[in-house]
């Protein structure tokens, strides 16, 4: 029987796994650290392998590993634990990790799916070209079509991809197609982002759980910008810094942003999220647990509005 209150599901998974000799993990990387921050809590253990001792795999997907992989060190301090990564939605299972040392996932062919691609600057037509699997090159940025047995035909599944490898077909997910911030011509991608914020919870030494990114609009003369609220785990000692530096980062990484940083944009804005905002505002809009994601780039301010208001009280 399936458990719609993720609360009490966590409660049962604890229940159920406590004693149990568990060996592996298979999930979202974020809500995996609310469980095994509730296991921890619940057990006063200090890291995961003191529960489980046996534990050496980790199967993710669904968003990004890199800004959770050092917090999963930190609670499961094990070299020989092995993280692994798959490419999988309702539509169909399109790739997996088959080297623990290389993140590029191997590109399913015999899945029953066919694929096409349609090049980054194709995107925002109306009727973009699309290329085939033969056809593709190396570092483009591709968002991805399938038709399936199953019955989807032409489907766009809303994810962006650049391949690494031709023979074999080998790639990493880049993105969202909807996932994005192009309100002055800047085309920020959630690859970019995500490479900012990693290179600046290094350089200041802190931890991000979640967070959400959307526009400022232009008004009444006044330059536009770029408005973030992020849940820190470990909150960097000086936040004027951490604002600056991520600025710096997505200026270094994205040169339309670095352009229009210079003729229409205002350096960002930070807020700091409270505890638990990101969960309590999926749980506001019924999608707590399961394969709920907080959308992390937005074109417009509709969840970014939510968010603020829900801080502020």
């Not at 080297?99 to 590109?107: A, F, R, T, V, W």
């Not at 994810?159 to 031709?166: A, L």
Request: net charge neutral; charged share 25%; hydrophobic share 40%.
């Amino acid at each position: 029987m399936l458990m719609d209150n993720w609360d009490l599901k966590i409660d049962k998974i604890i229940e159920t796994t406590l004693k149990k000799d568990v060996r592996s993990l298979a999930g979202v990387p974020s809500w995996f650290l609310t469980l095994i921050n509730k296991i921890l809590e619940t057990t006063e253990k200090k890291d995961l392998t003191e529960v489980w001792p046996n534990l050496e795999l980790f199967v993710h997907g669904g968003i990004s590993f890199d800004p959770y992989r050092e917090q999963y060190k930190k609670l499961i301090p094990n070299s020989n634990m092995k993280y692994m990564e798959t490419y999988n939605a309702s539509e169909g299972f399109f790739g997996i990790q088959d080297n623990p040392n290389d993140s590029s996932l191997l590109l399913m062919l015999d899945y029953g799916i066919y694929y096409e691609f349609i090049p980054d600057s194709e995107i925002d037509k109306k009727n973009p070209s699309t290329i085939c699997l033969k056809d593709v090159k190396e570092g483009v940025n591709y968002a991805m079509v399938i038709s399936t047995n199953g019955g989807l035909w032409r489907y766009i599944i809303g994810d962006t991809i650049k391949f690494t490898s031709i023979l074999p077909y080998k790639f990493v997910i880049t993105g969202r197609t909807k996932l994005f911030i192009n309100a002055f011509g800047e085309e920020l991608i959630i690859d970019n982002a995500m490479k900012a914020l990693e290179l600046t919870c290094k350089f200041t030494n802190s931890k991000v759980f979640e967070f959400t990114a959307a526009p400022i609009f232009m008004n009444n003369g006044k330059k536009g910008a770029h408005e973030w609220i992020i849940e820190f785990i470990d909150k960097p000692k000086d936040l004027a810094q951490f604002n600056e530096e991520l600025d710096n980062n997505l200026r270094k990484i994205n040169s339309d942003y670095d352009a229009k940083r210079l003729l229409s944009l205002e350096r960002l804005k930070l807020h700091i999220a409270r505890p638990n905002l990101f969960n309590d505002w999926l749980k506001s809009n019924g999608k707590l647990g399961g394969q709920n994601k907080v959308p992390r780039l937005w074109n417009d301010r509709t969840h970014i509005s939510q968010l603020l208001k829900m801080n502020k009280e």
